[in-house]
């Protein structure tokens, strides 16, 4: 499969380079045209092989033929008396069809449309995911909530599989048997407790990792303070302020060794902090301008959570970042990520329906028999036929692989990397594991947003809607107990790929 998808990604990437030579060269011509092909496509399938997946029936067709309103009307009832099931197969073939289509440019709009996610302006505006202003702990308190649920599931899962790999003790201390057994019989559980749930919220292994990324333009310390998740902005300001209180009392022991008297203790401006940082929570820009004074607007990196990366040719951070893909001229991210999936998913099922209903059609237009359809010549039939079995075969491969690495908790970047990584450590002799991968049907859970956390249904996969990420792309479902707090197993800091070597990787 890998490899199948290696040579299909190949071929797709020269594809988009030729593609990307021409919107160069011919700008709104080349979109004309794909509108064009698609809009052969639909027009040859209704028109030609729609009739051979669901004949009309008969009868209503000799209504139609009267082309007389009154007739229609007082036929239409013993016309679908008469095939009752002819005349139902056609309407949910019909809208089955016309669902494909919908569902094909619905995922593709929103692909289009949906900010990917940007470090500095959260995800959307429309539905408030923002980590700025009042409230905003909040939402963002959910999101943690939930990557704790699923990490205490994935270490359930971990500790039972290292209990079934260790060889029994023949004479095993008394103590340990009641916990192996209890966690034994919990690893089947995958319900949590709040109290967990809470207990795991607050442990090490969830805690966001960020970084700066020095490619982005610099922007205001304030602003970028402000895009930090409350916590981090919280670590700032306590450090901010220790560093504050140090100075003051280097200047104090100056002044006393000048003058000999006074007295301050270093716990005195720290417990004014501690109380002053129990409101930091929820504060606005006002706010952080405030405890930040001077050095408000003086200009910093701005900051890159875990999992973001650098696209280099939209010059962004992207949360979640996956690829930067030409077909929709910006990066698939965090906020568009579920919709690019569902658009290849569609469209391979729509070029699959084609490429099984369209045969006899085919066939009969390369033969030199007459041609029954008017409007269509054969050459949109040929036309169509090819190019939905091309690309439904390369989508449906692309599109199982992107849903494979999902559900091994990784994306396209990471995907490469991970590859890269386990090659490290197999050199080392240590394992590996991927710290966001909390299990196989989890994974795909939380990449739709779907399940029991969650506010959607399963059913929410299958229908058009605008539906939020799990994540607001600073917080995470991790594996929790893997020694480094938040970091791949086997790993070390220095070991991590920089930006830039990905991209050497990826164009190797
Ligand atoms: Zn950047
Ligand atoms: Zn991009």
């Not at 429309?126 to 905003?136: A, D, H, I, T, Y």
Request: some cysteine; glycine content about 6%.
């Amino acid at each position: 499969m890998r490899s199948l998808a290696l040579v299909v990604h190949r071929s797709f990437r020269k594809f988009e380079a030729c593609a990307d030579w021409l919107t160069g060269a011919a700008g709104p011509v080349f979109v004309l045209l794909c509108l064009f092909l698609v809009g052969v496509g639909v027009w040859t399938f209704f028109s030609t092989m729609f009739p051979y997946l669901a004949p009309f029936p008969p009868t209503l067709a000799k209504l139609v033929k009267t082309r007389s309103p009154i007739h229609i009307i007082l036929g239409l009832l013993p016309a679908l008396a008469q095939h009752p099931w002819l005349a139902l197969r056609w309407v949910l073939a019909l809208s089955g069809c016309a669902f494909i289509v919908y569902s094909i440019g619905y995922h593709y709009m929103m692909a289009v449309r949906e900010p990917p996610g940007s470090v500095l302006d959260g995800l959307s505006d429309e539905l408030g995911e923002r980590r700025l202003g009042p409230g905003s702990e909040h939402w963002w308190q959910r999101h943690r909530r939930r990557a704790a649920r699923e990490s205490v599931v994935a270490l359930r899962r971990r500790q039972h599989k290292s209990l079934q790999n260790e060889p029994p003790l023949p004479l095993a201390p008394p103590r340990a048997t009641p916990a192996a057994t209890t966690i034994a019989a919990r690893v089947v559980s995958t319900v949590v407790d709040d109290d967990e749930a809470d207990e795991a919220a607050e442990s090490d292994d969830l805690f966001t990792i960020a970084k700066m990324c020095h490619k982005c333009p610099r922007v205001a310390l304030w602003r970028a303070l402000a895009s930090l998740p409350p916590e981090l902005r919280e670590v700032e300001r306590r450090l901010r302020s220790v560093k504050k209180v140090e100075q003051q009392q280097s200047h104090q022991h100056q002044r006393k060794s000048a003058n000999g008297n006074g007295h301050h203790s270093p716990v005195d401006g720290w417990g004014q902090d501690q109380d002053t940082v129990q409101s930091a929570r929820g504060e606005t820009e006002d706010d952080i301008r405030a405890w930040l004074g001077d050095e408000a607007d003086n200009l910093v990196p701005p900051p890159k959570p875990e999992r973001t990366h650098h696209c280099s040719v939209c010059e962004t951070c992207v949360l979640k970042f996956d690829h930067h893909c030409p077909w929709l001229n910006q990066c698939v991210g965090l906020g568009n990520e579920r919709y690019f999936l569902l658009f290849m998913a569609w469209l391979s099922l729509g070029c699959f329906v084609v490429v099984c209903s369209g045969f006899p059609v085919v066939r009969q237009s390369i033969s030199f028999g007459r041609w029954e359809y008017r409007y269509t010549p054969r050459v949109f039939v040929l036309l169509t036929y090819a190019l939905c079995a091309i690309m439904g075969f390369a989508l449906a491969v692309m599109s199982t692989w992107q849903a494979l690495i999902i559900a091994w908790g990784e994306t396209s970047v990471e995907n490469s990397d991970n590859t890269h990584y386990r090659e490290v450590c197999r050199r080392k002799n240590v394992a590996f594991t991927n710290v966001y991968d909390v299990g196989f049907l989890h994974n795909l859970e939380l990449y739709f947003n779907v399940g029991a956390q969650s506010r959607h249904g399963y059913l929410s996969i299958l229908a058009p809607w605008r539906i939020e990420p799990y994540s607001d792309g600073w917080h995470w479902a991790k594996t929790m107990g893997m020694g480094l707090a938040g970091r791949h197993e086997g790993i070390s800091p220095d070991d991590e790929l920089t930006d830039d070597e990905e991209q050497a990787q990826e164009d190797r």
